[in-house]
């Protein structure tokens, strides 16, 4: 934040002692008037002396090296919600929502088949773990409604954790563990599910919101 302007002190020197010269002194007389003139219309005002110090250099801004974004999907109801959700989050730079955990090559909007209402999730991990991005999910919808997510009802609404690797699929299946250790009057639905294709979705769907 830029501090606020400040007034700077001044020294005004007015001679008004006794002079013989009768010019100087209705010239010093003059400066005095001026001086009580703007002391009284406030244009003029005093102020502390302020004391500032300037670095010995500004530095530049570091670069740090390239680390490639890595990319996650998940399913958890209506992808609008869903893209709102991580999108917002520190360490996401790019959302798309698409498609995804059915068998129906290019499947669209109105003809999805067996595919959820997905989104993918490109986040850089110097800043986000994929650990944290499932707490975001677990935290952001109902993962024991089943095929639905509130008034959104249907397979295509369905909970899926979709992963990457070996050391996804154990962290996500613990993380469905602990979640369903917090009640065992229901059953947790989300599916967890090796990624195979996602399908972005039509143009018309995607809101892009990109962040450096």
Request: aromatic letters at 10%; hydrophobic letters at 35%.
């Amino acid at each position: 934040m830029n501090p606020k302007p400040r007034t700077i002190p001044f020294t005004f020197s007015i001679n008004i002692n006794n002079n013989n010269n009768k010019n100087n002194n209705i010239y010093n007389r003059q400066q005095y008037q001026l001086l009580l003139l703007l002391l009284i219309s406030g244009t003029l005002v005093p102020a502390p002396a302020q004391s500032i110090r300037f670095p010995g250099r500004i530095p530049e801004p570091t670069t740090r090296p390239d680390t490639p974004l890595k990319s996650a999907v998940f399913a958890l109801g209506c992808f609008w919600r869903s893209e709102a959700v991580f999108g917002c989050l520190n360490g996401v730079v790019r959302t798309t929502v698409g498609y995804s955990g059915g068998s129906k090559i290019n499947p669209e909007y109105r003809s999805l088949a067996d595919h959820a209402e997905s989104v993918q999730v490109e986040y850089d991990p110097r800043v986000i773990s994929f650990r944290q991005l499932l707490e975001v999910f677990w935290s952001s919808h109902d993962s024991r409604q089943v095929f639905g997510q509130g008034p959104d009802v249907g397979n295509q609404y369905r909970s899926i954790i979709f992963t990457n690797s070996t050391s996804e699929s154990r962290l996500a299946t613990v993380t469905k563990e602990r979640e369903q250790a917090k009640s065992k009057s229901s059953v947790v639905t989300t599916q967890i599910l090796p990624l195979e294709i996602f399908y972005p979705a039509e143009p018309e769907h995607q809101v892009i919101v990109i962040k450096y």
